[in-house]
């Protein structure tokens, strides 16, 4: 089973999770993702979290690792298609306040726009 | 009802995700709502990745998962045997991590207390650590 699908537009990297956001997959959306970052000419993330419903704290960690890279860079960090579970996560770590969060995949892509 | 369920898995990421799905397993009985039985599977996630990253550094050894369920209580019990935890009050604080440089946000047993009933954390140098933690079911 895949663990995720990556996707450039233009300069933006959207990153579709389909497993649950553990350190196990942490480990692999860190390693392809900087691969695209540091081939492609890329200022901002969207990660689209439409097809999970868990994430933990290791989730957090490569969240905030993506966050820095891409404020070096003067790009935006998005977050869409949330479900409570991950909600809760964002607000308890306060993810939700360094980060946008979108509903919708549209939104996302007119706030990079 | 009643039911005890014992394993024990490598340390590998993989075991992380099978992890969460023996706990949820064993919750099929006790009729736990989403939010609970999401919190229990985070706390769990937690507990088995402190083995992989920090007990075994990423390099191979077993951990031992102990469920017990008690009607309405669950209690799971992980242990490993790897490098310990020297300083067990520091390692629970909030965003305290010894591998900031591996993307790791220091949140984990912060997780595990913020989600679970009780949490107890038993370590010892060179030796390895056993959390345990209770989650109580509302009926």
Do not use: W
């Not at chain 1, 492609?40 to 969240?63: A, L, Q």
């Not at chain 2, 209690?75 to 010894?98: H, W």
């Amino acid at each position: 089973m895949k663990e995720a699908e990556f996707l450039v537009i233009g300069k933006t990297l959207v990153i579709t999770l389909l497993q649950e956001l553990d350190h196990h997959i942490a480990t692999y959306i860190k390693e392809e993702s900087d691969n695209i970052m540091n081939k492609r000419n890329i200022k901002n993330v969207i990660i689209n979290f439409e097809h999970i419903s868990f994430m933990d704290s290791s989730g957090i960690g490569v969240i905030i690792g993506r966050y820095k890279r891409i404020m070096y860079l003067n790009g935006k960090l998005i977050a869409v298609n949330m479900q409570p579970t991950v909600k809760r996560i964002f607000k308890m770590s306060g993810l939700h306040k360094i980060m946008y969060c979108c509903d919708t995949m549209k939104d996302a892509m007119s706030t990079v726009q | 009802m009643k039911n005890y369920i014992s394993i024990e898995m490598d340390a590998k990421s993989e075991n992380e995700f099978f992890g969460r799905l023996a706990v949820a397993g064993i919750l099929t009985y006790a009729d736990p709502t989403m939010e609970e039985l999401t919190d229990v599977k985070t706390a769990v996630s937690e507990a088995v990745t402190n083995s992989i990253i920090h007990g075994y550094e990423n390099k191979e050894g077993k951990i031992l998962m102990k469920m017990a369920l008690n009607d309405n209580e669950l209690e799971v019990e992980i242990t490993d045997y790897g490098t310990g935890i020297e300083d067990v009050k520091k390692a629970m604080e909030p965003m305290y991590t010894t591998k900031p440089d591996m993307e790791r946000s220091g949140m984990g047993f912060s997780f595990m207390e913020a989600f679970m009933d009780e949490l107890k954390v038993y370590s010892k140098k060179g030796e390895g650590t056993r959390v345990v933690m209770k989650k109580i079911f509302q009926e």
